[in-house]
């Protein structure tokens, strides 16, 4: 047999990811919290993909250095993270339409008439 060099797929020098673990609570939690009249959903989730993408490209520049499980958390908080992100959006608009509504129902009322009539 020939002299083969064996390389070890899982090198004892690896690294987590930093961050990995960060994207992925805050991307649960813009989840969680995108019922917070969509703003605090919004901020984590918007936090979480940004630190997703800064793991995402040191992971790129040299994926050999980090182990995968770390990269697959970074990779399900970014997931949660657009999904957070995009239900705290839906959350937003729909409560800015609930407030416009609600304005122009009470600014269309006879608020003069009432006054004089002692409501």
Wanted: proline share 4%; hydrophobic share 45%; glycine share 10%.
């Amino acid at each position: 047999m020939e002299n083969q060099e064996v390389t070890n797929p899982n090198p004892v020098n690896q690294q987590s990811l930093p961050n990995a673990t960060g994207v992925l609570v805050l991307g649960i939690l813009s989840i969680v919290f995108c019922f917070c009249y969509g703003i605090v959903g919004a901020a984590l989730g918007i936090i979480a993909l940004v630190l997703a993408g800064k793991a995402n490209k040191l992971y790129q520049s040299s994926p050999e250095l980090y182990t995968e499980s770390s990269y697959k958390n970074m990779k399900a908080g970014k997931i949660c993270g657009i999904i957070g992100l995009a239900l705290s959006s839906l959350y937003l608009i729909y409560f800015i339409i609930i407030i416009s509504f609600y304005g122009a129902m009470f600014s269309a009322l006879p608020w003069n008439e009432m006054m004089n009539q002692g409501y």
